[in-house]
T-cell receptor, first 114, second 117 residues
Framework: AQTVTQSQPEMSVQEAETVTLSCTYD???????LFWYKQPPSRQMILVIRQEAYKQQNATENRFSVNFQKAAKSFSLKISDSQLGDAAMYFCAFRSYNTDKLIFGTGTRLQVFP | DAGVIQSPRHEVTEMGQEVTLRCKPISGHDYLFWYRQTMMRGLELLIY????????DSGMPEDRFSAKMPNASFSTLKIQPSEPRDSAVYFC???????????????FGQGTRLTVV
């Protein structure tokens, strides 16, 4: 069975600085999709970035980038130039290519200090 | 499209009562997922459907939980009887059938906060 692990329950960063959120996963599949979702206090789930496992190039979306290490089954999220609006819960997610099952980790709460 | 719609937004019920949570997925989506969010366990997948058929219900915690999808535009998650430990936020999400690199993401409703007293 697939699992997603986020080992950092909470992280904090100063405004304009860079922070990295960790995520590891376990699967026997070779093709799959990985995601980071953001959940602000409004409870809305917002897709931040996605990565296809067959792509070696790390995905980037503006200030958000990932470090995808397939052999290590690691998928970390880097937020550059952090802003107050980045404060939220961040969830790492895995989607199976075979079954389309979508599972999430336990989340990391990010605080941003001015 | 209005997005995934869940009702009610908040539900407070007494232990032992039946609770029904509702979800309307985005029109045309093929998959529907039900999740439970708690501080300790994050987002747990309870069950998911493909074209109204349950594919994997291994995450449903007990027989007290049941889910149905009678048609492509409606799904329910029922808890009978409810217990205080069922208190959580329940999310519904939907997605298209994945086509290569497209349509891989799921779209979420606003969730239902359930409190069982």
């Amino acid at each position: 069975a697939q699992t997603v692990t986020q080992s950092q329950p909470e992280m904090s960063v100063q405004e304009a600085e860079t922070v990295t959120l960790s995520c590891t996963y376990d699967t026997s599949e070779s093709d799959y999709y990985l995601f980071w979702y953001k959940q602000p206090p409004s409870r809305q789930m917002i897709l931040v970035i996605r990565q296809e496992a067959y792509k070696q190039q790390n995905a980037t979306e503006n200030r958000f980038s990932v470090n995808f290490q397939k052999a290590a089954k690691s998928f970390s999220l880097k937020i550059s130039d952090s802003q107050l609006g980045d404060a939220a819960m961040y969830f790492c997610a895995f989607r199976s290519y075979n079954t389309d099952k979508l599972i999430f980790g336990t989340g990391t709460r990010l605080q941003v200090f001015p | 499209d209005a997005g995934v719609i869940q009702s009610p937004r908040h539900e407070v019920t007494e232990m032992g009562q039946e609770v029904t949570l509702r979800c309307k997925p985005i029109s045309g989506h093929d998959y529907l997922f039900w999740y439970r969010q708690t501080m300790m366990r994050g987002l747990e997948l309870l069950i998911y459907f493909n074209n109204n058929v349950p594919i994997d219900d291994s995450g449903m915690p007990e027989d007290r939980f049941s889910a149905k999808m009678p048609n492509a535009s409606f799904s329910t998650l029922k808890i009978q009887p409810s217990e205080p430990r069922d208190s959580a936020v329940y999310f519904c999400a939907s997605s298209f059938l994945r086509t290569g690199e497209e349509n891989t993401e799921a779209f979420f409703g606003q969730g239902t906060r359930l409190t069982v007293v």
